[in-house]
């Protein structure tokens, strides 16, 4: 009796470790992914919903649990990241001024939007006038990286040599700009859009983003092709990556919604963190088919940095290399 008693309590420690095991797993990564993280490089951190939520305006932050610690943490031990927001409202500067003002270390260098990767793109294939549908959230990188921005004016309709057309945040948008646009692309324009994502996290729920409304009206009007500048486009990615100094494979990119962070980690094979604070539930990430899933789901930013403090300080090995 006392033998099967000692077996039925070993099997039952047995199961309850292997229980545990797997929640363990599910909630922080197989020892695998746990690795990747402890080695990863530099991270790409989105803003709304992950690291702060706004108000619909996109005007003031509130910092999400944890996530103001992790940037202190990370720049502690040395790890570069920045945060990449397809949000256009601000200059990166500007987003920067407000992020520091929240309470975030970071600086200037430390975000990134869709103006910078678009900016890096046209310089690279020689674009020179650029049609601008947005604020000077757009029209400053652009201009800063010696691109004339032209704008959607009705004098300038019918004038050819427009080599782009960016859409992006630009609730001012009307029938007037939509003429004006669509005049530039039927005379040779490419367009792109900053963002294609319907909605962004906000602290009174989910908001309506704009470039995507503004680039499906022109797309439908002139039959033209729609090329994303932002996320999850590897032109963002590997604009994040140049800057921080790695390569995409070595960065770890955190973000909070299905169709943007995650489906750009896994086209520049980085590892792939989702939270669970934004616009996307723990169940819409599950329902990705298997390849394009997470390697990590967290409930927030906070768990993460928890996990980075748990895996303990991975600068070690990131300055072996
Ligand atoms: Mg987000």
Not at 10 to 37: C, F, N
Not at 67 to 95: C, D, E, Q
Not at 285 to 306: E, Q, S, T, V, Y
Not at 308 to 313: A, V
Request: proline content about 5%; charged content about 20%.
């Amino acid at each position: 009796m006392i033998v099967v008693s000692c077996m039925r309590q070993t099997d039952r420690e047995h199961h309850d470790h292997e229980a545990a095991r797997h929640s363990h797993e599910a909630a922080w990564g197989s020892p695998q992914v746990r690795e990747r993280l402890r080695t990863t490089r530099a991270f790409v951190l989105d803003l709304d919903g992950t690291l702060v939520l706004t108000d619909r305006t996109n005007s003031s932050y509130i910092p999400l649990p944890g996530a103001i610690a992790l940037t202190r943490w990370l720049a502690s031990r040395g790890v570069p990241f920045v945060m990449f927001t397809n949000g256009t409202t601000k200059t990166p500067h500007a987003y920067a001024r407000t992020l520091a003002e929240t309470g975030f270390t970071l600086n200037e260098a430390s975000v990134m939007t869709p103006a910078v990767s678009a900016a890096e793109l046209f310089a690279r294939r020689g674009y020179r006038r650029v049609m601008v549908l947005g604020n000077d959230g757009l029209t400053g990188p652009l201009r800063a990286a010696g691109i004339e921005v032209v704008p959607p004016a009705r004098e300038q309709a019918g004038r050819a040599g427009v080599d782009a057309v960016l859409a992006g945040w630009y609730r001012e948008f009307s029938m007037d700009t939509l003429e004006v646009a669509c005049d530039a692309v039927w005379q040779g324009a490419r367009l792109f859009s900053c963002s294609q994502s319907v909605f962004f996290a906000t602290a009174d729920g989910k908001a309506l983003g704009t470039s995507r409304a503004i680039s499906a009206m022109i797309r439908s009007i002139t039959g033209c092709r729609i090329e994303v500048v932002g996320k999850p486009s590897l032109h963002a990615l590997r604009s994040a990556a140049r800057r921080l100094g790695v390569r995409p494979a070595e960065l770890a990119v955190v973000g909070d919604d299905p169709e943007l962070e995650v489906p750009m980690a896994h086209r520049g094979g980085a590892l792939a963190v989702a939270v669970g604070t934004g616009v996307g539930t723990t169940s819409a990430f599950a329902r990705l088919p298997r390849a394009r899933r997470p390697h990590l789901m967290m409930a927030g930013i906070g768990d993460l940095l928890d996990l980075c403090q748990e895996l303990g300080d991975p600068t070690r090995d990131r300055r072996k290399s």
